[in-house]
């Protein structure tokens, strides 16, 4: 009987390139043992069948920005959160063309997280690009939210909405504030600080009982399913 050995060693010895080159191949998803996809070079086989896909490619893998519609009270820990992200979740209608990869899941950084209790478009990335994108001009990206509201609007309340209150002892910037039907407010604003929307509608009268994220500067969430994902596309940009 062999003695079990690490699966980039044997693939290597198989399809005679270098650790490094197997390494690739595995992580890349290109390998399968007995059958399924193993992506972990470290992984022990003995006499088990190794294939290595025909169409194998030695290019390392991308990373990747994750669009997650996270459901309303979801628990803000963001490794709470990434649990919930996994292949059973990827929306069927996901059209990126890009293989899932366990390494996928690895390394994402929340770009900027929604408030507690709110629901929406969630953003997870390993691209740097991304990241910085969304940290350092959070002040001129646009987000969008639909706002369920209760109680009684003040008398010119929507135009102080759209512009004339403050926040923290500043004045805020023009909002585009607008009434969706009789219970629902459409937020439009750059820059949105945690617990703002909140405190513009308790200003003007009235009180948040639900908030949804549907827009970050030009990507939406458009038709996501609730608590499912999917790849940002690589023409879409925030």
């Known amino acids: 009987m062999t003695d079990p050995i690490r699966l ?17 191949y595995i992580a890349g998803g290109w390998v399968k043992v007995d059958g399924q996809v193993v992506e972990e070079p470290q992984f022990m086989v003995a006499e088990q069948k190794i294939e290595l896909h025909p169409e194998a490619t030695l ?3 991308e ?11 979801t628990d803000v820990n963001v490794d709470s959160i990434k649990k919930l992200l996994n292949a059973d979740t990827r929306a069927a209608d996901d059209h990126s063309n890009i293989r899932l ?12 997280p929604l408030e507690p209790h709110a629901s929406g478009l969630s953003v997870f990335t390993q691209d740097f690009r991304v990241s910085r994108k969304l940290t350092d001009d959070a002040s001129t990206i646009e987000q969008e939210y639909v706002v369920q509201v209760a109680g009684e609007l003040v008398s010119d309340g929507l135009k102080l909405l759209n512009h ?14 607008s009434w969706q039907n009789e219970t629902h407010l459409r937020f439009a604003l750059k820059g949105v600080k945690p617990g703002q ?9 009235l009180q948040v009982l639900a908030m949804k994220r549907l827009r970050i500067g030009r990507v939406s969430m458009s038709k996501l399913p609730v608590g499912q994902w ?5 023409y879409e940009k925030f």
Do not use: W
């Open 164 to 177: 004339g209150l403050s926040y923290n002892g500043k004045p805020l910037p023009p909002a585009k504030v």
């Open 63 to 73: 990373p990747v920005t994750i669009l997650f519609h996270q459901p309303a009270d």
């Open 8 to 24: 980039a060693k044997r693939l290597a010895e198989l399809v005679s390139c270098s650790r490094r080159e197997a390494e690739l």
């Open 101 to 112: 990869l366990k390494q996928h899941f690895f390394r994402l950084t929340q770009c900027t």
């Open 197 to 205: 929307v909140a405190h513009m509608c308790k200003a003007v009268g």
């Open 230 to 234: 999917r790849y940002l596309m690589p």
């Open 59 to 61: 290019v390392p893998v």
